[in-house]
């Protein structure tokens, strides 16, 4: 969001589901993916109502086993 020249400490979880398959007992990745269509929804909603709303999904992993699934809603409210 910063990147995007948007100032807001204002970010939560309002949302979250998460889905363990294994112990995570080594160093793991994080995996996300935003769309191009979902990214430029979001920012322009921030950009006219000042917050927005957004699903988004990772996968956490060692280097061969997917040990658990996110989902979760995120709200950002820019500062005023």
Request: glycine letters at 10%; zero cysteines.
């Given at each position: 969001i910063r990147e995007k020249?948007?100032?807001?400490?204002?970010?939560?979880?309002?949302?979250?589901?998460i889905k363990y398959s294994a112990p995570v007992k080594q160093d793991f990745i994080v995996k996300a993916k935003w769309d191009l269509k979902t990214r430029t929804h979001f920012f322009k909603a921030l950009t006219q109502n000042k917050k927005s709303k957004i699903e988004?999904?990772?996968?956490?992993?060692t280097s061969d086993t997917v040990c658990a699934q996110f989902q979760g809603d995120f709200v950002a409210i820019l500062d005023e």
């Open positions: 020249g948007y100032q807001t400490n204002n970010i939560v979880i309002a949302d979250g589901r988004l999904s990772a996968v956490i992993m």
